[in-house]
């Protein structure tokens, strides 16, 4: 089951102790900080499964600190809350990433349904981080030739088109095929595509 954790960073004590009730009441677990500089500090920033941050805050503003979580490469989505009047700088945080933003004074229900689906992006997220880095550890682990067979694999050419392109013969293929498939430990060709795809590798242009 993915972490429930959500983090709250707010400089008004009353709001973040209202966003703790309504989400503890829910079964969410609730970190807060009453500054972007603590939370980024703390390592519960690796584990959470979303962010709840106002866009108005002294010394790293929301926005600054969405900033900063890219920067270091943490994909955790944000929920940006903000005062009447900043729904433009919501609106920059959203195009920068934000999964959504609230203007106060927001309702409770609303808040919860945009934490639920920050919670569905964080569990998509990962599970697709996941996938990426399972792919280019397998296929470091491949010859230069599998190499050149995987991107023939997944520009969709039969063995015969790719024994023609590589001059080699279809069996030599089939060898290939075999160890790449054991590399990357597909269960099928759909399967070897699927993770190729995912760390990147592009079909080679085809003999003229």
């Known amino acids: 089951m993915p972490?429930?954790?959500?983090?709250?960073?707010?400089d008004d004590a009353a709001v973040r102790d209202?966003?703790?009730?309504?989400?503890e009441a829910e079964g969410?677990?609730?970190?807060?900080?009453?500054?972007?500089?603590?939370?980024?500090?703390?390592?519960v920033l690796m584990r959470a499964a979303c962010l709840i941050t106002d866009i108005r805050m002294p010394?790293?503003?929301?926005?600054?600190?969405q900033e900063e979580l890219a920067g270091r490469k943490i994909g955790l989505p944000v929920i940006v809350i903000t005062g009447h009047g900043d729904v433009p700088l919501a609106v920059r945080a959203m195009r920068a990433g934000a999964v959504d933003f609230l203007e106060k004074p927001f309702d409770d229900e609303l808040l919860l349904a945009s934490v639920k689906r920050a919670l569905a992006v964080s569990v998509q997220s990962r599970s697709q981080a996941s996938?990426?880095?399972?792919?280019?550890?397998?296929?470091g682990l491949l010859t230069a030739r599998e190499r050149q067979v995987l991107e023939?694999?997944?520009?969709?050419?039969p063995n015969k088109?790719?024994?023609?392109?590589?001059?080699?013969?279809?069996?030599?293929?089939?060898?290939?095929?075999?160890?790449?498939?054991?590399?990357?430990?597909?269960?099928?060709?759909?399967?070897?595509?699927?993770?190729?795809?995912?760390?990147?590798?592009?079909?080679?242009?085809?003999?003229?």
Not at 152 to 157: E, F
Not at 182 to 190: D, F, I, N, R, T
């Open 131 to 139: 996938l990426v880095q399972i792919a280019e550890q397998h296929i």
């Open 3 to 10: 972490d429930r954790t959500v983090l709250l960073v707010d």
């Open 28 to 43: 969410y677990a609730v970190r807060d900080f009453d500054s972007s500089k603590k939370l980024l500090a703390d390592p």
């Open 152 to 157: 023939q694999l997944v520009a969709g050419r």
């Open 161 to 208: 088109v790719i024994a023609y392109e590589l001059d080699i013969s279809p069996r030599t293929v089939e060898i290939h095929r075999a160890h790449l498939m054991e590399k990357m430990q597909a269960k099928s060709l759909s399967d070897l595509v699927r993770m190729a795809l995912a760390a990147g590798i592009e079909p080679p242009p085809k003999k003229a």
């Open 59 to 65: 010394e790293m503003d929301g926005l600054a600190l």
């Open 18 to 23: 209202s966003l703790r009730a309504l989400l």
